[in-house]
């Protein structure tokens, strides 16, 4: 899944400079959208989720962006269980997730992570 999400940014390869943002089932990456600005790649992915009818209460954000409190309220909003990202959160993202119950991942790097709450939800795949 990591390498799908990463090979799906090609504003990313061409410029270096923009966020990325998907949603993704246990399987595949089923949303990707670009932007310079990390909350409107967020935007961009959950639209595309609401016009497609896309329940998302089964499904997880992936984010290049900082896990700030902003980034998580949207991802409660919209009823996402887990939010990823291969950077970190801040400290008020963290007490939002713990206080709602969002699991959040910070420094995603292939299978390397940093769970920073709501661990139950993290299954560990052999191989």
Known sequence: M???????????RQTGGV??????????????????????????????ALQQGLELTHKFALTTGRLSAEIVAKAIAHGVPILASSSAPTAMGVQWSRRFGLTLVGFLRGRRMNVYTGYQRIVPQDG
């Open 2 to 12: 990591g390498h799908t999400f990463g090979r799906s940014g090609k504003l990313y």
């Open 19 to 48: 966020h990325a943002c998907g949603i993704a089932d246990a399987h595949e990456l089923l949303l990707f959208a670009e932007d310079v600005g990390r909350h409107n790649a967020f935007d961009k992915v959950v639209g595309m």
